[in-house]
C-alpha cells in the first residue's frame, strides 16, 4: 500500500447468518483505495450494503473475508480493543441517527472522544466550545439532546466527529432526516470542515447531488460495486 493511501479496502465480504441457518451475504468482494484528502460517496439503493461497507472501513465491525487499512493499519484482523484504538485516533463517524448521549449535554457529548482518551481538560473543552461555535450551536452548549432539533442532533454529531481531528470523517446519510435548508447547511459544514482541516471524506448518500460533490462515487448494487466513477475536478469543492 503506498503511504499516501488513507483507506485500503481489498476484497471485503460480509456475510450474516440469516434465520434458518442460510448465509446471507450483503457485500461482495468490494475493493477500492482512498488517496489522503480524497472524498468518495457510497451511493446505491436501499439495503445494498452501504452502512456495512462504512462500518466495516471505519473499524466497527469486522469482514468475513478480506482486508482494511486504514491509516497504515490493517485493522480486520484486530481485537475490539484495538480497532477501539484505531477508531479513536484516526476516525470520526457521524451515524444516521446521530447516537448522542441522551444523558450529555451538546458540550458533554463533543467531548466524549477526548474524555475516552483521558484527555478531557480545560484546552479540550475550550475547542469543543470552538467547534459548536463552528456548527452554529455556540449559545446551546449546556442542552440536551432532547432539547434540540434533529438538524441541532446531526450538527452536535458532526463536531463531535471532528474532536479528534480525524484524518478520514465517515457520515452515513448525513442529510437523510434533514429538510431542505438544514440538510443543505449541514452539506456545507461537512465540505468546509473537510477542507479547512484536510480529512480524508466518505460519506453515504441518497442524494446525488450531494454525492457529486466527491472526487469519486462509488456504486452499489446487491453488495457488490457497479461502478466507480471519478469526477472532473469542476464538480467537487475540495
Ligand atoms: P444500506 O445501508 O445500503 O441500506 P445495509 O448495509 O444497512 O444497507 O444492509 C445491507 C443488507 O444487510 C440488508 O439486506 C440488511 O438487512 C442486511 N443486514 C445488515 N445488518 C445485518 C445484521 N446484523 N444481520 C443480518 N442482516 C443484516
Ligand atoms: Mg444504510
Known amino acids: 500500500m503506498s503511504v499516501q493511501s488513507m483507506l485500503n479496502v481489498q476484497r471485503l465480504t460480509k456475510t450474516y447468518q440469516a434465520a434458518g441457518g442460510r448465509d446471507l451475504t450483503v457485500l461482495k468482494e468490494v475493493s477500492f483505495s482512498l488517496a489522503a484528502g480524497a472524498s468518495l460517496a457510497i451511493v446505491g439503493p436501499s439495503g445494498s450494503g452501504k452502512t456495512t461497507l462504512l462500518g466495516l472501513c471505519a473499524g466497527l465491525d469486522q469482514p468475513t473475508t478480506g ?12 481485537s475490539e480493543d484495538a480497532r477501539a484504538r484505531v477508531r479513536n485516533l484516526h476516525v470520526g463517524f457521524v451515524f444516521q441517527n446521530f ?5 450529555l449535554t451538546a458540550l458533554e457529548n463533543v467531548m466524549v472522544p477526548v474524555e475516552l482518551r483521558g484527555q478531557g481538560g480545560a484546552e479540550a473543552e475550550a475547542e469543543a466550545q470552538r467547534l459548536l461555535g463552528r456548527v452554529g450551536l455556540g449559545e446551546r ?14 450538527r452536535v454529531a458532526l463536531a463531535r466527529a471532528f474532536m479528534n481531528r480525524p484524518k478520514i470523517l465517515f ?30 471524506l466518505v460519506l453515504v448518500t441518497h442524494d446525488l447531488d450531494l454525492a457529486r460533490r466527491c472526487q469519486r462515487i462509488l456504486r452499489l448494487k446487491g453488495g457488490a460495486v457497479v461502478s466507480d466513477e471519478e469526477l472532473a475536478p469542476a464538480n467537487h469543492t475540495n
Open 67 to 78: 482486508t482494511v487499512e486504514l491509516a497504515g493499519e490493517s485493522i480486520g484482523a484486530l
Open 99 to 103: 447516537q448522542l448521549v441522551p444523558t
Open 141 to 154: 452548549t449546556d442542552h440536551y439532546p432532547v432539547q434540540l432539533s434533529g438538524g441541532e442532533q446531526q
Open 171 to 200: 457520515c452515513d446519510e448525513p442529510t437523510g432526516n434533514l429538510d431542505g435548508d438544514t440538510a443543505h447547511a449541514m452539506v456545507e459544514l461537512i465540505f468546509g470542515l473537510n477542507h479547512e482541516k484536510q480529512t480524508t
